[in-house]
Nanobody, 121 residues
Framework: QVQLVESGGGLAQAGGSLRLSCAAS????????MGWFRQAPGKQRELVTR???????YYADSVKGRFTISRDNAKNTVYLQMNSLKPEDTAVYYC???????????????WGQGTQVTVSS
């Protein structure tokens, strides 16, 4: 069974930093695209950033220049370094990944359990 296990998050002051990690565990062939979404109270879940297995990245305009996504393919882990945090970054952050189960199989999409990030002003 494939799982995305998140760690990090918590409480930070505005202008501060936090780092999230997400590791894919279980039995699978490889991990393709990985990313982070977030959902604030009363709002829809939104894409924050994602990274391909080759290292190509995408960032939402709201986090460009402040957040950095990276990954360690050997560890099937993705990281999110969040700097210059703002109160509007407060949300539950979810890890997301496209995981290929077998050599000839299509990828399946998985979600982490979510981790709370709270930024105080």
């Amino acid at each position: 069974q494939v799982q995305l296990v998140e760690s990090g998050g918590g409480l930070a002051q505005a202008g501060g930093s936090l780092r999230l990690s997400c590791a894919a565990s279980g039995s699978f062939f490889s991990v393709n695209r990985m990313g982070w979404f977030r959902q604030a109270p009363g709002k829809q879940r939104e894409l924050v950033t994602r990274i391909t297995s080759g290292g190509s990245t995408y960032y939402a305009d709201s986090v460009k220049g402040r957040f950095t996504i990276s990954r360690d393919n050997a560890k099937n882990t993705v990281y999110l370094q969040m700097n210059s945090l703002k109160p509007e970054d407060t949300a539950v952050y979810y890890c997301n990944a496209d995981i290929i189960m077998g050599y000839y199989e299509a990828s399946k999409n998985y979600w982490g359990q979510g981790t709370q990030v709270t930024v105080s002003s």
